[in-house]
């Protein structure tokens, strides 16, 4: 069983940046590839970034990339989103999510996940 709490979501005007934490519970963090999700009002949840066991490979939404940086810290069991030149459409609730995994594939679906966060709120004002 892991518990993810986030934190760092906030209000921030346009082109201001946010460093979203996800923290982990659990020894075994280290075994987990992890993943950012999000989720605006009346739309589905969507892919933003994932990160593998090891943090050498890493995947982006097309949306994000090259605005948004996905890291983590196996000895702190923390995963970061570092959130650049925001985007009133980057409005969303933020969510942590593990997956039980240490290969190589990073793909897109939330329904790969096995433990979701509570979220954290990201507003973006323009």
């Known amino acids: 069983q892991v518990q993810l709490v986030e934190s760092g979501g906030g209000l921030v005007q346009a082109g201001g940046s946010l460093r979203l934490s996800c923290a982990a519970s659990g020894r075994t963090f280290s075994s987990y590839t992890m993943g950012w999700f999000r989720q605006a009002p009346g739309k589905e949840r969507e892919f933003v970034a994932t990160?593998?066991?090891?943090?050498?490979?890493?995947y982006y939404s097309d949306s994000v990339k090259g605005r948004f940086t996905i890291s983590r810290d196996n000895a702190k069991n923390t995963v970061y989103l570092q959130m650049n030149s925001l985007k009133p459409e980057d409005t969303a609730v933020y969510y942590c999510a593990a997956r039980y995994y240490r290969g190589s594939k990073l793909g897109q679906s939330s329904y790969a996940y096995d433990y979701w966060g509570q979220g954290t709120q990201v507003t973006v004002s323009s």
């Open positions: 990160i593998s066991w090891s943090g050498s490979l890493t």
